[in-house]
């Protein structure tokens, strides 16, 4: 009775802003999509200031205290933090959890993707879940009794991940930290939505972290067997002989979907189901459980009532680990593939292209799949080239999706997540392309041209905001102009150090801006605050 009455309340529910950062140097959305159309592989091996790979790496294993492999998907800096920014002291700052930092900035990028300005949500019920599970930072620490600081305990406990943004920005709903393993931020999604649909909060955060610190994780898990000694996640592969460790953070900015198409926003996509399970008692703590995962999806799609020849893709947790790869593969054909009429079910996982981001994978996987469904095409998985033998994809009615693929171009697409943890904790979301949306009545800048503003509180914060906003007007259709100078007018926070040009349309915009970045003169501005303006042709630096 409870459950049918919560399905009741239920509605779908709105991704309005995302942001994230991810091996290879990719920061944000458009970036990943690039990485995944032209099938990079952004595997490498670790950086030279992580810790010394020689005295733990040994490939000849098995050895006592050894890792076989040092491999994995890394970001480009995971020191760099604008403390700034957030109002924290450098002191406190260096005794904080690169993740913690890594999550701070990402919210606050969420929070300007959606056009939500960060102060019209302080005070608010707004929750906050965030899916996290690595502790390197804070033993290391404690390592050296002498670096510790008042700052260190609140540094490094996991739960302060999720509070400190509800600290850093004013929010007043839930907030905490989730592990469940490598299913964390799909878990902490299924929470966010259900604090929404329980009215408990209006609006949610959600976020997954890794950063790979530590040698300690790599010689544990190699000595479980767990990693892949080739180096690669061949997930639903022949060669599949393991996953390779990553690192990165994502967070979504959730609504309704109803208080979102009233607020205006933006739709990345909608969520039209989520729900978790756990495999129970198996053969081995470690070992899926394919009738639970079966169960489970089975389960979702029947509430969010979703037929799967709906499914235009399934992105599947697919680790590269000979044992569950079959086993999901088994679990997505009986509970989907063979229930279809209209052909087999395309999988695949962008752990092929990333690795495996531990707590974070699962919305790792939910970016690929929001840009499944904006972009209306699949990229291929890499590393397949030969199917795992022990699993009959035709006869579960599936397909590796091994080229790229164009969707149809109109209508609703459908694409569902998978996202399992090591001790058994599955979790899977639906997600549905975001619904038409009536154009602005104003859709012309006048003769005079529209305003389109960036602010920053530092002066080399502003420099990058200004390359940003340049960069996004480059790759922007015409028709996008209006909302583009509305939005940042009239929807983003206004800090201290700013830059405006007066333009007409995208590429004015777009020269307005690269004009302020290049020239000795808009450099100089650049530096001024908000008690003047100093115009440089079409484009002015302002300060407050």
Sequence with gaps: MHRD?????????????????????????????????????LIGSVPEDRFETSRFVDPSMPRVGKSYTAVGGFLDDVAGFDAAYFGVSPKEAAQVDPQHRLLMELAAEALDDAAVAPETLAGSDTAVYVGISDMSYGTLQLLSPRTVNAY?????????????????????????????????????????????????????????????????????????????????????????????????????????????????????????????????????????????????????????????????????????????DPLEARAIGRALGIRRITGDLGIGPVKSNLGHLEPASGLAGLCKALLVLKHRAVPATLHCEQPHPDVDFAGLGLRIEVRNRALPTDGRLVVGVNSFGFGGANAHTVL???????????????????????????????????????ARLASAAPREFYDIAYTSCRRRGKHEHRAVVLARSTGDAERGFTALATTDEASTSLRQKADGVTHSGGAAAVGG
């Design 5 to 41: 009455r919560e399905r009741a309340d239920r509605q779908a529910v709105a991704i309005v802003g995302a942001a994230c950062r991810l091996p290879g140097g990719i920061n944000g959305l458009d970036e990943l999509w690039n990485a995944l159309e032209q099938g990079r592989d």
């Design 432 to 470: 549905a392309s975001a619904p038409p949306v009536l154009p602005p009545g104003a859709s012309t800048a006048p003769p005079e041209g529209l305003p389109v503003l960036v602010s920053a509180r530092t002066e080399p914060a502003l420099a990058e905001a200004v390359r940003r906003m340049t």
């Design 152 to 324: 260190t305990m609140s540094g490094s406990a996991s739960s302060i991940a999720a509070n400190r943004l509800s600290y850093t920005f004013d929010l007043r709903g839930p907030s905490m930290a989730v592990d469940t393993a490598c299913s964390s931020s799909l878990v902490a999604l299924d929470q966010a939505c259900r604090s929404l649909w329980s009215g408990t909060s209006r609006v949610a955060l959600c976020g997954g972290v890794n950063v790979l610190l530590s040698p300690f994780h790599y010689v544990g898990f190699s000595q479980a067997s767990m990693l892949s000694a080739r180096g690669r996640c061949a997930s639903f592969s022949a060669q599949a002989d393991g996953f390779v460790r990553a690192e990165g953070g994502v967070v979504v900015l959730l609504k309704r979907l109803d208080d979102a198409l009233a607020d205006g926003d933006r739709l990345h996509g909608v969520i039209l189901g989520s729900a978790t399970n756990c495999d129970g008692r198996t053969m081995g703590l470690a070992l899926p459980n394919p009738q639970a995962q079966e169960e489970l999806l089975r389960r979702i799609y029947a509430e969010a009532g979703v037929d799967p020849d709906e499914l235009v893709y399934f992105e599947a947790h697919g680790t590269g680990t000979p044992v569950g």
